[in-house]
T-cell receptor, first 112, second 116 residues
Framework: GQNIDQPTEMTATEGAIVQINCTYQTSGFNGLFWYQQHAGEAPTFLSYNVLDGLEEKGRFSSFLSRSKGYSYLLLKELQMKDSASYLCAVRALPGGYQKVTFGTGTKLQVIP | KAGVTQTPRYLIKTRGQQVTLSCSPISGHRSVSWYQQTPGQGLQFLFEYFSETQRNKGNFPGRFSGRQFSNSRSEMNVSTLELGDSALYLC???????????????FGPGTRLTVL
């Protein structure tokens, strides 16, 4: 099976930088996604990593280390609208077709 | 392109009843996955359909079932509802080729089911 861990809650200050970690254990790893979910809304896609390294997309960056089963999402220049839950999701191909498993999410609160 | 749509958005049922939820994927997407989201458990995978066939299934009882039509629209059915079935039910669509590196899932707004 798959096991994904991420912190339950984090608080950060507007304008600061925050790093949200995700560790996972899985067989047949085939990529890691980060999603943002505002309260009462659907998750929206942020980033995807399948190779080791850093992927940068504006204020958001995502890092992956496959050997360590570790990823993080880095949010720079935090804005109040970044207050949301951030979901780490791992894609695996255990028996052929992809299966995506989500972590329980990290609720980020941005304070003034 | 229009996004993923789900109907109804809100639903209130009583224990023992059954419910059918509908999902229309992004045009051209052939894979539809269903998830149950509750505050304590997060997003739990229910099942995935591709070209009218169930490809993957999560660990949910047989009361949860689904199907996909030839136009890729999907329905999910829950029979004999229990209080614990109260949740946000999300569907997500993707191109669904499976082996492609960037087969991203795009979510619909969800159906909020309340069981009384």
């Amino acid at each position: 099976g798959q096991n994904i861990d991420q912190p339950t809650e984090m608080t950060a200050t507007e304008g600061a930088i925050v790093q949200i970690n995700c560790t996972y254990q899985t067989s047949g790893f085939n990529g890691l996604f980060w999603y943002q979910q505002h309260a009462g809304e659907a998750p929206t896609f942020l980033s995807y990593n399948v190779l080791d390294g850093l992927e940068e997309k504006g204020r958001f960056s995502s890092f992956l280390s496959r050997s360590k089963g570790y990823s993080y999402l880095l949010l720079k220049e935090l804005q109040m609208k970044d207050s949301a839950s951030y979901l780490c999701a791992v894609r695996a191909l255990p028996g052929g077709y992809q299966k995506v498993t989500f972590g329980t999410g990290t609720k980020l609160q941005v304070i003034p | 392109k229009a996004g993923v749509t789900q109907t109804p958005r809100y639903l209130i049922k009583t224990r023992g009843q059954q419910v059918t939820l509908s999902c229309s994927p992004i045009s051209g997407h052939r894979s539809v996955s269903w998830y149950q989201q509750t505050p304590g458990q997060g997003l739990q995978f229910l099942f995935e359909y591709f070209s009218e066939t169930q490809r993957n299934k999560g660990n949910f009882p047989g009361r949860f079932s689904g199907r996909q039509f030839s136009n890729s629209r999907s329905e999910m059915n829950v029979s004999t509802l229990e209080l614990g079935d109260s949740a946000l039910y999300l569907c997500a669509s993707s191109a669904g080729q499976g082996y492609e590196a960037m087969d991203t899932q795009y979510f619909g707004p969800g159906t909020r089911l309340t069981v009384l």
